[in-house]
């Protein structure tokens, strides 16, 4: 019998959005001498032209193929690498890119079974520029950039069939995954720039000791993206509101006609006492009440602590929100 050969791919892509970033750390950023990243596409074309547009700090290609004959995988192998990013750092009027330093990609061979075989690549990196601060453990100075990296697994059956995981990721920047026809599917649901500045390096990386677990949103519409859109660029100023882990952001039955835009973090949506969803970073939220008699219709609780904006209703465009809620059948 002819052997038959089977690729596919997962990919992930690390950015830093904007309002990522708190505290003193964020005045290069403001001062316009580093940058934030525009979202990267919904469909995934080229990496290296993203690349070469300073669109990424880092990107895991992880790719992978099977042989197989008489329904049994007798040859898997990686074809994938890693991908990474330079810092654009800007002085008056002149613009230095600093190139990241490429950490080795980590590729575990190949879990081969009869049916399937599971591959795991994990990429990172950090930039090219030394800098010094503190750190609250030894050696209490660190004078290299912490390291951010992504750790995936991608499964692919004896019948061509494949499916993916986030194993691990830093806990910052942001990160997004990408299936093998380069749709985005998934989104890390939680960013901590305090906890990655002070932790992800040495021995608490996947190059020393550790992976981190990483939490996994859905993508959020179409429609809920060009809402997003209107809510951090539109004419009203948005509030922005951090929400600590297990605390609520709206409760059923309460007033209120704020409508949210997470930012940040998974949120868990009740109804009536009951579970009925979790959303995560894109997601926009609260429209019901807006558009009703101002009355929460839903709760929602931060599962991991999170960051909202909020704005007025009449901030947005009614016919949109009324789209969104005919989405959101969460609360029938």
Not at 66 to 73: P, Y
Not at 210 to 232: F, G, N, T, W, Y
Not at 273 to 291: T, W
Request: no cysteine.
């Amino acid at each position: 019998m002819a052997t038959q050969r089977f690729e596919s791919s997962v990919t992930a892509v690390s950015w830093i959005p904007s309002e990522a970033i708190s505290g003193p750390s964020k005045i290069p950023f403001e001062l316009g001498v580093t940058h934030y990243d525009e979202p990267p596409p919904d469909q995934l074309a080229t990496l290296e032209e993203l690349r070469t547009g300073d669109r990424f700090r880092e990107a895991n290609e992880l790719r992978g193929f099977i042989e197989v004959e008489d329904g049994r995988i007798v040859r898997a192998g990686h074809l994938g690498r890693g991908h990474i990013g330079a810092t654009t750092v800007r002085v008056g009027p002149a613009a230095l890119r600093f190139p990241a330093v490429h950490l080795p990609d980590i590729q575990l061979e190949p879990e081969v079974s009869a049916g399937s075989a599971r591959f795991v690549q994990t990429v990172g990196g950090r930039m090219g520029l030394p800098t010094p601060r503190p750190v609250p453990h030894p050696p209490f100075v660190q004078f290299w950039p912490s390291i951010a990296w992504t750790t995936l697994a991608l499964t692919i059956s004896a019948d061509g069939t494949s499916s993916h995981e986030l194993v691990g990721a830093s806990p910052f920047p942001r990160h997004w995954i990408y299936d093998n026809e380069g749709r985005l599917v998934e989104k890390s649901g939680s960013i901590d720039f305090g906890k990655w500045f002070s932790h992800s390096f040495s021995d608490r990386t996947p190059w020393g000791a550790q992976d981190s677990p990483a939490v996994v949103a859905e993508v959020e519409s179409a429609l809920e993206r060009s809402l997003s859109s209107m809510i951090m660029h539109g004419g009203a100023k948005p509030t922005i509101r951090k929400v600590a882990e297990g605390d609520n952001l709206v409760r059923q039955g309460e007033p209120g006609t704020e409508v949210f835009l997470i930012l940040d973090g998974i949120f868990v949506v009740e109804v009536d006492d009951k579970e009925v969803a979790e959303v995560g970073p894109g997601a926009v939220v609260g429209e019901r009440a807006a558009l009703r008699n101002g009355t929460r219709t839903a709760t929602l609780w931060a599962r991991t602590k999170g960051r909202v904006a909020s704005v007025p209703p009449d901030a947005l465009d009614p016919q949109a929100l009324g789209s969104l809620a005919a989405t959101h059948q969460r609360e029938g």
